[in-house]
């Protein structure tokens, strides 16, 4: 994926600011030593510190408004703490993400789950990749990995979107050559 930070994404939803390029491993000819540094940072917080990241594949369950309705009301009602309940520890991951549910925040002003569909075929959109302002809450071990110390960052690689947004891609699942939509709260 390659994204423009210098064109503000919320205005430019399925343009040319993000493209996605699909490519194979075993086509890859020569790994670089060293990323590459940008000739330009307009915002340092774009930018991830070197580290090592360690993907692993979790089980999320989705938000309740994807729910069938009886469902989600008996979860509901034993469900007290959003935080460590339902919703903190078992829905919805947080962190940057390949794939997985959608945050439950992409909503219209009628209440309901908004479908983000593709501006070039209108077919709703799949959840591709999220970038979360953090890998985990950090008052709770929900979603913490193991082996991660009690007072270890819950943003490792830096990389802020704004305070405390969440930047979610949509990919068209008809063409993956058509732009991604893209969500930002």
Not at 178 to 184: A, D, N, R, S
Request: with cysteine.
């Amino acid at each position: 994926m390659l994204w423009c930070p210098f064109i503000d994404i919320e205005d430019q939803s399925g343009s040319e600011a993000v493209q996605l390029r699909w490519r194979r491993a075993a086509d890859v000819a020569e790994v670089l030593a060293a990323a590459p540094e940008p000739a330009y940072v307009g915002t340092d917080e774009l930018v991830p510190v070197p580290c090592v990241l360690h993907p692993e594949q979790v089980r999320e369950y989705p938000a309740e408004h994807d729910l069938d309705p009886g469902l989600a009301g008996r979860i509901g009602s034993w469900d007290e703490d959003g935080d460590t309940g339902y919703r903190g520890a078992l829905s919805v991951a947080p962190g940057w993400k390949a794939g997985g549910w959608a945050a439950p925040f992409t909503f219209r002003d009628s209440g309901g789950p908004e479908e983000l569909r593709c501006g070039q075929c209108s077919d709703v959109g799949e959840p591709l990749l999220t970038l979360d302002h953090a890998e985990w809450n950090a008052e709770t071990v929900s979603w913490r990995p193991v082996e991660e110390a009690h007072d270890a960052s819950t943003t490792p690689t830096e990389v802020s979107v704004g305070l405390g947004s969440t930047l979610q891609f949509y990919a068209c699942p008809t063409d993956p050559r058509h732009p991604p939509v893209t969500v930002m709260q």
